[in-house]
């Protein structure tokens, strides 16, 4: 891939250094072109996709505030993203920062699908000072009243804001901003899609420009977690297992014949396995795979019952199946014990 420059974009401001941002071209909705400005639903099977330098010349108001590194990486739907991509992409990001001392933030563009996973993967590995922002979008960019443009903007504003400084990795739509452990996307198409369903966002990109924050995150991330993912080029398997009325435990069985070394359940409210799944996990527990317990509930802890220690499962707090999914993946690059593991869910 040739080394990304920083552009000089047609109607940017002379005179005043302006900040320096990376835009990490990935992709999705955001990034998308439909067929006419009606086009809501079609155009991520017949509409193309703009490059991370496309993007930002779309929207010139980005040059009146800061100088853009535009960087063209891997412009893929967020459906077939997968965990090799993540490593990859926090390859990149600490490249450009070691090796462009000036930028003040890194933004990522990035499908709405998958956007919480990667954005949470970033926030438990990156080890970089600069704030990191993933930014979606719900509907293509030439579309009416799109939102793809202003969430752009606001991304960049919130990268290189002091405000945003020690917050972790940080996802922006709707000019709400997040934190990558906690939201999620909860709607197919609506504008407020992603959702911090028990504590909030973090704060807004108001309309006047300025980046507020209300609250900081207090769990472990970024520069202060334990893990280091560097020259890795697979994660460990992890799966998840759906819980739903009469399940046997097949999925288990399925993931551990598969070589999963863990496997996280997504289980009955608010905490509870069925009989078929206990009994699968016991027999992968026999195995040394892990079993996690979070729950399909969307909100709230499960907590650590002592019946649930006793049958061998780590509980995973108040994370979502697919963030308590990518924690274990990272916490199994440094250990398998148990009792380890559990200190990471309640640190992360």
Known sequence: MPRPRATSIEGATPGALRPLVAVIGRGGTISSVGRHSLDFVEYADHGRILEADELVTAVPEIAREVEVLPVRF?????????????????????????????????????GTATLEETAFFLHLTLKVRQPVVLVGAQRPMNALSTDASLNLLNAIRTSCSSAAAGLGVLVLLNDEIQSAREVTKSSNYRLEAFRTPDLGMLGYADGDGEIVVYRRPTRRHTTETEFDTSGLEELPRVDIAYSYAGSDGTAIDAFVAAGARAVVIASLPPGRPTAGEARAAAAALEQGVLMILSSRAGSGRVLPRGLLGEQGFVVADNLSPQKARILTMVALTRTSDRAEVERIFREY
């Open 74 to 110: 891997r412009t893929l739907p967020s459906t077939a993203i997968t965990p090799v991509d993540w490593l990859q992409l926090g390859a990149l990001i600490h490249r450009l920062c070691a090796e462009n001392p000036r930028l003040a933030g890194i933004v990522v563009t990035h």
